[in-house]
């Protein structure tokens, strides 16, 4: 029996469309254990075990999977990668060899379709990563210790699909270049921690403004976040959730009564980056 442990992930922050992706303290914890009974096939996380031992061209014992401690679901955190990332791992340790994380990336991406949160799970901290010839390149990037994160989570899901279809097929050529200014604005930012760079590097012309309308006063909440402290605030992954950038050490405690005003409950939570990624341990 052992136990992987992975971490949620924001994906996006902003100007970073599908290129970039955060690991968050919050954690999804998968226990596995060997079985006689039939696996289960649409468990994300038992296909995505068997799949890896494919590629590693291993036979591996049938096993299930229990999951104590679960990301939050259908938030934009990150849990299917989790899932994912959690069977590619207990495939490698099953199979006994020494696979590169950069190999585990390669086909934990072909298994999720694109790499912006399972790169970050499985790596930790904040990662930038990109396909080219359908192979997965993606490097850690710094952030600075003068800053810290918080989630805006509703008790509503949305859906990545419905989220993905809403995008238009192209952009005019000047949202594409503004974003391009604005992702290297925003990395120079989290990497200074520069709380005037940081309010100004965070805006986006490619995903959000088509994604927020499918979030009910989605526009008053970062106007009430930013009032009470928060110096950027982004969609995270294809929502509903909201990625709050901070000063480290403000709670953002004046944003909580605000809260009790909104039609649907949403919840703060105050997290830190994730600097391990994804970590197994024999039970």
């Known amino acids: 029996m052992f136990e992987v442990r992975v971490p949620a992930t924001s994906a996006n922050l902003g100007p970073g469309f599908d290129s970039l992706g955060i690991a968050l303290n919050i954690y999804g914890k998968f226990v596995f254990e060997k079985t006689c009974s039939p696996p289960e096939a649409n468990h994300l996380t038992i296909m995505s075990y068997k799949k890896t031992l494919e590629r590693l061209q291993v036979k591996g014992p049938d096993l299930r999977v229990r999951i104590p401690q679960v990301i939050p679901v259908g938030k934009g955190l990150g849990s299917s990668a989790a899932c994912i990332v959690a069977g590619v791992l207990a495939a490698k340790h099953v199979s006994g060899k020494d696979v590169s994380k950069h190999e585990l990336l390669q086909i934990a991406a072909e298994i999720e379709g694109h790499p912006d949160n399972v790169a970050p799970a499985l790596i930790g901290g904040l990662v930038s990563s990109g396909l080219r010839d359908e192979e997965v390149f993606s490097g850690r990037l710094f952030i ?106 403000d709670r953002l405690e004046g944003l909580i009564p605000g809260l009790a005003e909104y039609k649907s409950p949403w919840r703060l939570r105050l997290c830190r980056p994730d600097m391990k990624g994804a970590l197994l341990k024999e039970l």
């Open 144 to 249: 600075s210790r003068k800053i810290s994160f918080a989630l805006l989570i509703p008790t509503f899901s949305l859906a990545t699909s419905k989220s993905r279809k809403i995008l238009p097929k192209s952009v005019p050529f000047s949202d594409a270049s503004y974003n391009l200014s604005q992702l290297g604005l925003s990395i120079s930012a989290l990497a200074s921690g520069d709380p005037q760079l940081i309010g100004h590097a965070f805006d986006d012309r490619l995903h959000q403004p088509y994604r927020f309308p499918l979030i009910d006063e989605a526009e008053r909440l970062i106007e009430l976040a930013k009032e009470s402290g928060a110096l950027a605030v982004a969609l995270s992954g294809a929502g509903p959730s909201l990625l709050l950038i901070r000063q480290k050490g």
